[in-house]
């Protein structure tokens, strides 16, 4: 186990090394500079000259790569032209919206899809079975940005002044605000310290903080906020973890050990919740890793759509920007979270299916 | 033995790891501060204290810039020596780029950083809370020295689709947005709880040609062009109401900007014979470059395009193949003189003078767009910009636009018409035609929070490295400059100079300030703050001198250039 | 099951006579089996049959610019004689765009443009991926080691943003964005193709080609390749449905077809702000897109149940 431990550590540090030579490749081979990006039509040569300077943009390219990695490796993602500020700082801000797009659309999917899923498979060709596994064909083929303008469309316009509005944009409502959780619990908390950006980042989780403080009324406002861009990013997952989950309980359904289990006189529920749910998990953690990767894709597009300052959003926009150091250090902070989750979809698979420790 | 080797490794690298991450941590440019409270109360101006005038002199005008000198002649009075005549100084000195900050917060925050988040002004907002990402926050400055803010907290919020903003003002949820989009006018006006306030638009929207590329060296093939593209059809298609067709290149609402004889009208026979006539019967192939970003001279880009690209083709026979550039490159691109076909293009007023349209780009400074300069034309602009007094310049610039129409550098196609959208009960709704609405004076009755939402966030709050409209009007709300603009206009009336009043050849402007007036932090203002304000611009030298990018590009754009510049 | 051998005898109970049946065969009967397969490729015929006949279907050609010929307004609603429309106005079923065109004849010669992209994406990174596969599954060692770490690092990266990152990099227009979708593609057929030739590498039957002195490529192309081709034809399929997708995503962000190419994603694209105003110019390309899409999901998922029912029960 430790082995496999180990080698499976090891053959990420060239894939890492991979990333980053991509993406600063990627985002230095993007044609057009940074000045004229950001200041438009009003930027003049002498003043872009100056800009290039001051930013060290006009040495060498290997210097740049090699800065570049030195300063990766010590944490520091450099300063971004737009902003003006520690490329950590708006990671820091911008994240924490994402996350929580993200991590409501999966679990939207999971609580909607997974129960789906074994119904499909207890009723096996009934009408709910076809029924369900029509809906979860569509919903893996509905382009998402479609999806997010239809829903905003039904809930925004056509529900307007019901109780079933839900907003088309933002995070909260204009004035609302969530209190800073350091402030909230008079903590007084070094600035730039560990501590200190961690509370930050738990704080800009609107809802994690609305339960840290007992605000309801920031609750649900930021769930009502939430739920049409969380259900335009779940759905693709969401069908695809029905389908999955559906699969899986019918192979475990067939097998010979459910048989004994029912010959036995267990009840039908215990045997589908015990064992036969437990042994269709497996693949399941492959979907779900594997949808991670969709998940951030579509969330430059939902973002996009409900207005939300997300990573994928700032990623997108700094591209079209040229502001390289965010292109950059998102870029791979994006992909090496996401050589993380696989690791560790790899080990919990290891970790499940004993069978499981080729490499 | 293996196994070994694979412990030993990843022992190595994870001790690697951790020293790294023990080492010195780079520390975040900005630090959060916490939110700005209530202005602490003023302390008594230390009066005894001498007052030491500031001042700063250009050794001479060749460095090639406006300015000469600037000082405080004392306490309350600021005196700026320029190097030529400027009849339009009062309007730049109101443009939203050079607001007044205090000298002892520009050299306690060192010019950027902390400066750019949390202006220090002297407007009648204060910056409470920047919750980045999703809403900018004001809360109303007791003591301002004028009519204070109707409404005690203002928001800004932002989208950038037009259809989510006007569903937000339909839903209730914001009091005021800009830029519907041109289908959504006729909607607003019909409904009966909201209120559209067009803004004249005083911009332009043109197709360039550089004249350096075949065949638009020819001047018959621009000319033939310029009858050929039924420009009423773009602006009856594309633009919303209050939009007009473009005659001349500048708006009628810009003095001497409608002079001379009138563009080509459409005739489509003539343009194909002229085309013939040059050598063309069959049409010729080229590109049509443009990017796709939005402004007011251009809401719906590609749609405009593309019917562009139709038109050539159906009138001219010319095949125009649509390229779409980034912004970045494509105004590089242009500037530089290397597009070689037609571009789309526009231009947004600074301030409302023809020598901000008609020099910038046809003057002898103007960049490559065009190609080669024409030599009657910039002698006459030259002569013009140089004459104070709008009779006086208007035989100039008739000639002048009678000269652009021969030699069509470009062709003229829209004055792109916008507006901004209200809750119908708004007091005071604005649609400044210089973008720059400010909002203390306009309330919903009932209401102590005002939301308005724009096209885009703030980058910065420090207005004088900004360009973008969406940057200056949230700075506009708590920064003031020497002059500003009368609401809704584009006249230069005193704000924090009570007056400013200049020599005969309106070569020294000495502006008297306003006495009393205080920042938010509750120091007083003086001419130092004045001074040091256009030092911290002026001079590239200056340590102050930093701002966002260090660009300050409107300065160099208004008044020449810097001092002190590194060689280019 | 190893499938050099194609024919499978199979007993005919009435005649006591042996019948041939080819793998093929079967594999099309167990297809029609299944009800969704056949929905699914009723679905995809129907638009290749679209996609063949647009010049003569659509009433207008997509290019067209209607002002002066007829007297419609930019984004005016559907007007369906059949349904009420008074006869004197010009049909248009789907209503007008915003550079007035009719909306539905661009609606139909857009299934051209997805269906070409979503064919050549593909294609392009079925080949590569097929080599590279082959490449590292044959050779193994460090050959191998090589080109799936490359695959990795592909992989590391949210397709939809390397995508972006990639067209932004070649610039904007349609076929960087094919090429960039078609990179992002690459390693899941590289993977399959490497699985196959690893399954089969050390079989007898290879050894015994090897023995008789045939050369690598013959052994490679004739005796081992086949084995991937089905799980090629099924990955590919569904990998269809994934690249219209993208080629949609980044049209609709302005990075893939450029205007006026009638291409669906952009048209979407084009037009998101009417939403409200005019949701009809967003509902019909967005469902065309997702009805295109479903049809290739629902074959590839059919394909896969019938080329090998064990698979099917497998995660994939």
Redesign the interface.
Same mark, same amino acid.
């Given at each position: 186990m430790?082995?496999y431990l180990?080698?499976r550590?090891?053959?990420s540090?060239?894939?890492l090394i991979?990333?980053l030579f991509?993406t600063f490749a990627?985002?230095r081979?993007?044609? %057009? @500079?940074?000045?004229?990006?950001?200041?438009?039509?009003? *930027?003049?040569?002498?003043?872009c000259? &100056?800009?290039i300077?001051?930013h060290g943009l006009d040495r060498p390219i290997p210097v740049q790569f090699a800065v570049y990695v030195g300063?990766i490796?010590? %944490? @520091?993602f450099g300063?971004s032209?737009?902003?003006?500020? *520690?490329v950590?700082?708006?990671l820091g &801000?911008?994240l924490p919206?994402t996350v929580e797009l993200s991590f409501a659309a999966l679990m939207l999917s999971l609580l909607v899809g997974i129960p789906l899923g074994i119904i499909s498979a207890v009723r096996h060709n009934s009408w709910v079975d076809v029924l369900t596994?029509f809906w979860a064909?569509?919903g893996?083929?509905?382009?998402?940005?479609?999806?997010g303008?239809?829903l905003?469309?039904i809930f925004?316009?056509l529900l307007?002044g019901t109780p079933f509005?839900l907003?088309?944009?933002?995070?909260?409502?204009?004035?609302v605000?969530a209190p800073t959780l350091a402030?909230f619990w008079g903590l007084t908390v070094v600035?730039?310290t560990f501590l200190y950006t961690l509370i930050?980042f738990i704080g800009r989780m609107n809802i994690l903080n609305a339960l840290l403080t007992g605000n309801w009324e920031l609750l649900s406002d930021a769930i009502k906020h939430l739920i049409l861009p969380a259900a335009a990013l779940g759905t693709i997952p969401m069908a695809l973890i029905a389908r999955?989950t559906r699969?899986?309980m019918?192979?475990v359904l067939g097998q010979d050990y459910i048989r004994t289990a029912r010959a036995k006189g267990l009840a039908k529920s215990l045997v589908i919740m015990k064992h036969a749910f437990r042994n269709a998990l497996?693949?399941l953690a492959?979907?779900v890793g594997l949808s991670l990767?969709?998940l951030?894709?579509?969330a430059?597009?939902t973002e996009?759509?409900f207005?939300?300052?997300g990573v994928?959003r700032?990623?997108?926009d700094a591209?079209?920007?040229?502001d390289y150091g965010i292109?950059q250090a998102f870029?791979v902070v994006?992909?090496?979270f996401?050589?993380m989750l696989n690791l560790i979809v790899d080990l919990s698979y290891a970790y499940l299916d004993p069978r499981i420790r080729l490499d | 033995m293996k196994r070994y080797m694979y412990v030993l490794l990843s022992l190595v690298v994870l001790t690697g790891m951790i020293l790294a991450g023990c080492g010195p941590k780079a520390t975040p440019a900005a630090t959060e501060a916490p939110p700005v409270t209530e202005a602490p109360p003023a302390t008594e101006a230390p009066t005894e204290i001498p007052f030491e005038a500031m001042m700063q002199e250009a050794p001479n005008c060749d460095y090639g810039g406006e300015i000469q000198k600037i000082e405080a002649v004392d306490a309350y009075t600021v005196k700026m020596t320029l190097c030529y005549p400027d009849p339009a100084f009062l309007s730049k000195v109101a443009f939203s780029a050079f607001p007044i900050n205090s000298k002892e917060y520009l050299e306690q925050t060192g010019g950027t950083g902390e400066i750019l988040e949390k202006p220090n002004g002297t407007g009648p907002y204060i910056v409470e809370q920047w919750d980045r990402g999703n809403q900018l926050i004001f809360k109303a400055f007791d003591g301002y020295w004028g009519e204070k803010a109707k409404t005690p907290t203002l928001v800004f919020r932002w989208s950038t689709e037009s259809a989510q903003r006007l569903l937000e003002l339909q839903s209730g949820t914001v009091d005021g947005i800009d830029n519907p989009g041109p289908d959504d006018f006729a909607k607003i006006e019909a409904d009966p709880a909201l209120k559209l306030v067009k803004r004249a638009a005083l911009n332009v929207f043109y197709i360039g040609g550089n004249n350096t590329y075949p065949p638009f060296d020819n001047e018959k093939v621009r000319q033939a062009i310029a009858q050929g593209i039924d420009r009423q059809r773009i602006v009856d298609t594309f633009y919303p109401a209050g939009s007009e067709v473009a005659d001349y290149f500048t708006p009628c609402a810009i003095p001497n900007g409608c002079v001379g004889d009138p563009w080509y009208t459409f005739d489509a026979t003539a343009a194909k014979a002229l085309l013939a006539e040059a050598g063309f019967p069959n049409g010729f192939e080229t590109k049509l470059f443009y990017r796709d970003v939005v402004r007011g001279y251009l809401p719906q880009v590609s749609l405009v395009a593309q019917d562009i690209q139709a038109q050539l083709k159906a009138n001219l026979n010319i095949d125009a193949e649509i390229v779409v550039m980034e912004s970045g490159a494509f105004l590089d691109a242009a500037d530089s003189g290397i597009l070689d076909g037609l571009h789309l293009l526009g231009w947004g007023a600074d301030y409302p003078d023809q020598t901000n349209f008609l020099d910038y780009h046809f003057g002898a400074g103007a960049s490559k767009q065009f190609g080669d300069k024409f030599t009657d034309l910039t002698d006459v602009l030259k002569q013009a910009a140089a004459l104070a007094g709008d009779e006086a310049r208007n035989p100039l610039y008739v000639q002048a636009n009678n000269l652009i129409k021969q030699h069509v550098p470009m062709v003229p196609v829209a004055h792109g018409g916008s507006g901004a959208a209200y809750k119908a009960a708004i007091e005071n709704p604005q649609a400044s035609p210089l973008t720059s609405e400010v909002f203390y004076v306009s309330a919903i009755p009932g209401q102590d929070t005002f939301v308005w939402m724009q096209n885009a966030e703030p980058i910065s709050l420090y207005c004088p490295d900004e360009t973008d409209g969406e940057s200056l009007r949230a700075c506009e709300q708590v920064m003031e400059s020497l002059y500003t603009f009368k609401v809704n206009d584009t006249a230069a009336i005193p704000a924090l100079a009570e007056k400013c009043e200049a020599n005969t050849d309106l070569t020294e402007w000495t502006c008297t300030l306003r006495q009393g007036v205080l920042f938010h932090d509750g120091s007083s203002l003086d001419a130092n703050d004045v001074v040091m304000s256009y030092i911290v611009q002026w001079d590239a030298a200056n340590p102050l001198h930093k701002g966002n990018t260090g660009a300050f590009s409107y300065f160099s754009a208004l008044f020449g250039a810097f001092l002190n510049a590194p060689p280019a | 099951m190893d499938n050099t051998n194609k024919k499978i005898i199979k007993m005919d109970v009435e005649g006591l006579s042996l019948k041939s049946v080819s793998l093929w065969q079967i594999t099309w009967r167990r297809l029609f089996r299944r009800k969704s397969a056949l929905v699914g490729l009723g679905i995809l015929s129907l638009l290749v049959f679209i996609a063949l006949t647009c010049q003569w279907i659509a009433p207008y050609n997509p290019y067209n610019v209607l002002i002066g010929f007829e007297s419609v307004k930019s984004r005016q609603a559907p007007c369906i004689h059949l349904l009420g429309c008074p006869s004197d106005q010009p049909q248009h079923i789907m209503g007008i765009d915003g550079n007035v065109r009719d909306e539905f004849s661009r609606l139909l010669f857009g299934s051209r443009l997805s269906l070409m992209i979503g064919f050549t994406t593909v294609g392009f990174a079925i080949v590569i991926g097929t080599i590279l596969g082959a490449l590292a599954g044959y050779f193994g060692g460090w050959v191998d080691n090589v080109i799936m770490r490359l695959m990795d690092v592909l992989l590391a990266f949210p397709s939809l943003l390397l995508a972006i990152a990639i067209v932004t990099v070649l610039g904007p227009g349609l076929q960087n964005a094919l090429l960039a979708i078609g990179i992002v593609s690459i390693p899941s057929y590289a993977r399959v193709v490497r699985a196959s030739v690893l399954s089969v590498r050390e079989m007898d039957y290879v050894s015994a080609t090897r023995a008789l002195g045939g050369g690598t490529i013959q052994i490679l192309f004739r005796r081992i390749m086949p084995n991937a081709l089905t799980p090629l034809i099924v990955q590919g399929t569904l990998g269809i449905a994934t690249a219209i997708l993208d080629a949609a995503a980044l049209s609709f962000l302005g990075l893939g077809a450029q205007p006026p190419t009638p291409e669906w994603g952009s048209m979407l694209g084009s037009e998101r702000n009417q939403v409200f105003t005019a949701p009809y110019l967003v509902f019909y390309p967005g469902f065309a897109i997702m009805l295109t899409v479903l049809s290739f999901n629902l074959l590839g998922d059919g394909l896969r149940d019938a080329l090998d029912p064990r698979l099917a029960h497998i995660s994939g």
């Open positions: 430790t082995t180990i080698r550590f090891f053959s540090i060239p894939v991979g990333i991509v990627l985002s081979l993007i044609p %057009g @500079d940074p000045c004229r990006a950001i200041l438009g039509e009003k *930027a003049t040569d002498k003043v000259n &100056e800009f300077h001051r300063e490796s010590r %944490g @520091d300063t032209f737009r902003y003006s500020q *520690a950590t700082r708006i &801000e911008r919206t596994m064909n569509i893996v083929s509905m382009p998402v940005f479609w999806l303008l239809m905003a469309y925004a316009l307007k509005a907003p088309p944009s933002g995070r909260l409502t204009a004035g605000l402030d600035k730039g930050e999955m699969s899986s019918l192979d497996l693949p492959t979907i990767g969709g951030l894709g579509g430059v597009l996009t759509i207005g939300l300052s994928g700032t990623l997108y591209i079209t920007a040229r292109v870029t994006i992909a090496v996401f050589v | - | -």
